[in-house]
Structure formats: C-alpha cells, structure tokens
C-alpha cells in the first residue's frame, strides 16, 4: 500500500470510531447512514473543503501540510502518540526494507541482561521479535526465547491467556506498539508477514489490527498467573536500545520485599529456563 493509502486508512478508521456527540456536535433525530463521523464533519471541525478531505481519505491526496495534519489531528481526538503517528504517515522516512543490524544484539547488552539475576530481561526488535533474553525471562514465560514474536505469541499460544491476568488489555496495547513502532515509510516485509499471520490465525488479531489504534509502552504494572509459583504482580519498564534500528529492552521485576520478589527469586535460583527439564522449586 502506498503512503497515501495508509494515510487514508488511518483516517477512515479513526473517523468512524468517533460519534457527533465526543466532539461536540448535535445529534440530529434521523438514522446515521454511516458509522462514526460523517467525511463532511471531519472537514469542518478541521477546518478544510470536503472534498479536500475525501481526496486523503481516498488516498488522492499524500502532501497534507502541518497545519492541515494538526487540525485532523484535533477534530479526530487524536492522543499525542497518534498526532506523531499521523504526522509520519505523511512524512515517511527514508529507510531501506530491512535496516543492516536490526536483529543485531550487542556483547554488552547481553552481558547487561545476564547480570540482572531478579530482573526478566528481553531484547525486542522495531517488529517486537524477541532477539535476546536472559534466564530469568523464560522461567518466567518460555514465549521469552529468541525467535518468538511477543505479539502474535499472544493469539497463537492459549497459555498467554491464562498467563496474563489482563490478556484483552495487553492484547489490544501489544497490537497498537506493532503498529506504531514499525516503520511507516518504505514497504516493510517483515510487518506485512506478521500482520498476514496475525490476521489469518486470528479474528482478534484482526480487529485490533484495523482499529488503528497506536500505543508507546513505556512503564506500568501486570498481574500474573504463573502455573510453578502463583500470582506475580511485577512492574515493567520498556527502554529504547539508543544507536539500533528500533530495538527496545522490556524488563519485569518486583518490588522489593514483597511476595512476588519472593517469588522472582525462587523461579531464579531454579536453575530451569522452560526449555529443558522442570525446576525443583519448593513449595510455598
């Protein structure tokens, strides 16, 4: 699909998800033929023609101003995340279809993640493959390996369901970072594929895919259900890996002396990293 196209899409779906009433305007007592915003509302609250409008939706149009893509930012209620997300749909950056060294990992990151013993450390590609990880991480979940995609892993593997405690949350945050940390300018390969895969094995996958939505994952908190020691409710942290091509280091740990840093503590000194034998870890 071309820029243009995208942008367009992007439009389109945004558009239909907002109604009269969420910016203001009356809702008048006939049927609405269309979901969401009519073309011609968007056009006035951003303050452009009609047709104007209907060109980028249709994808005619791929040189929107400053001006312009702030003014749809603010008629469609779009968050900060989603007016960059705009912006660079329109502004694509050059960059080659696959980046030397994206799935790169460096010694020393490496060695950082393996000296964390209480810490889960995974190393994510733009494309949310993980491309390292330590012990910890995959006693913690054995979808943490190397070679795994941390997003579709989610509607592929049944156990994530039981895993994470908030799976429709983090399912619908996960879709969104795959879509906004992904590339928006030259065609992308390996994103076409996972969003291929993800749609044909999965109707969620799908739906949340369309929605457009655009997530940055950067701190919070997930509750856990892990079938060796329990509940776990660990803080996690998402940090760019500055001078890569898009690779982010996520981390989950607790907080210190409670039952989940116990916890933490006994899957680390199990000495099993989910790929082998079963651990020994006493019973609580």
């Not at 050059?94 to 060695?111: M, N």
């Not at 949310?128 to 579709?152: E, I």
């Not at 593997?157 to 949350?169: I, K, L, N, T, Y």
């Amino acid at each position: 699909m071309t820029e243009a196209g995208r942008l367009g899409e992007f439009l389109r779906a945004r558009r239909e998800r907002l109604q009269p009433q969420d910016v203001g305007l009356a809702v008048g007592a006939g049927l609405r033929r269309v979901p969401g915003l009519r073309r011609e509302e968007v056009a006035i609250l951003a303050g452009v023609s009609t047709d104007y409008y209907l060109r980028l939706e249709q994808g005619r149009d791929a040189n929107p101003s400053t001006q312009v893509l702030d003014a749809l930012a603010r008629a469609l209620c779009l968050d900060t995340v989603a007016t960059d997300y705009l912006h660079a749909l329109a502004r694509p950056a050059e960059r080659p279809d696959a980046a030397v060294g994206d799935d790169v990992v460096r010694d020393a990151t490496r060695w950082l993640i393996d000296s964390w013993p209480l810490t889960a450390a995974v190393v994510h590609s733009r494309h949310v493959d993980v491309l390292a990880s330590n012990a910890l991480a995959r006693r913690l979940n054995p979808n943490f390996r190397v070679g795994v995609n941390s997003v579709l892993s989610l509607f592929t593997d049944p156990s994530e369901r039981v895993f994470h405690a908030d799976w429709d949350g983090l399912a619908a945050r996960s879709v969104a970072l795959l879509r906004s940390a992904a590339q928006t300018g030259a065609r992308d390969a390996r994103l076409e594929a996972l969003v291929a895969d993800g749609a044909a094995g999965s109707a969620e996958f799908r739906e949340l895919w369309d929605r457009q939505d655009v997530h940055r994952a950067g701190d919070g908190v997930h509750a856990l259900r892990h079938p060796l020691v329990g509940t776990l409710v660990l803080s996690y942290l998402r940090l760019s890996v500055v001078g890569t091509a898009g690779q982010s280091l996520f981390l989950y740990f607790a907080e210190p002396g409670s039952p989940s840093a116990a916890a933490m503590q006994r899957l680390a000194g199990a000495g099993w990293d989910q790929q082998g034998q079963e651990p020994d870890i006493p019973e609580v």
